[in-house]
């Protein structure tokens, strides 16, 4: 256990888990903020708010993990945060902008009306059939061709909603994992 008059930033224990926490929900608030306003921004502007532009925003995600982890690192010097400590705020920062985007993309979802879902369906449609056109490699049978159409246009919200939601948690961890080992000594 660290004493706790060699670091001034650290008097306890509970004092860096609230530091953990306390960063966590700055930077995942934060950017999960900006990938709901890039959304809203998409949508805004006529492009398709629910479609693959959102990854552009998405991307900020990793970046403000590592960031978090760093801000701890520096934050706790002359210490070291330790394995728990920097995984945890990394890990914590992503979940929590997973959660926000994807709930912004319920209210985006809400405010768009059926109409933009039905573009969205619609421009995912086209992307699978010319998937399935372009790529003689993976050559599937007309019946799983239909089953992909069908899925496409039985594609709702919530589908949507945990698209978004996987896939920012899994590309923010992408890094931050790794970011989190390395930053922690």
């Known amino acids: 256990m660290a004493d706790a008059s060699k670091n001034p930033n650290m008097t306890e224990p509970g004092e860096a888990a609230g530091l953990v926490l306390r960063l966590a929900v700055r930077f995942g608030v934060g950017v999960g903020l900006a990938c709901a306003l890039w959304m809203v921004g998409l949508q805004m502007t006529g492009s398709n708010g629910f479609g693959p532009k959102q990854l552009l925003a998405q991307l900020l995600v990793p970046l403000a993990a590592v960031a978090s982890e760093w801000v701890l690192r520096r934050q706790l010097q002359p210490h070291r945060p330790g394995l728990g400590r920097s995984l945890g705020v990394g890990t914590l920062t992503v979940l929590i902008a997973a959660l926000i985007s994807a709930s912004s993309l319920v209210g985006l979802a809400h405010a768009a009306g059926e109409p933009a879902l039905a573009r969205h369906r619609a421009e995912v449609l086209e992307i699978v059939r010319a998937q399935q056109r372009e790529n003689p490699k993976a050559q599937l049978s007309a019946q799983a ?40 000594e």
């Open 145 to 184: 061709q239909e089953q992909q159409v069908r899925n496409v246009a039985n594609l709702n919200v919530g589908d949507m909603v945990m698209s978004n939601f996987t896939q920012v948690l899994l590309l923010g961890l992408v890094l931050a994992i790794p970011a989190g080992i390395f930053l922690r």
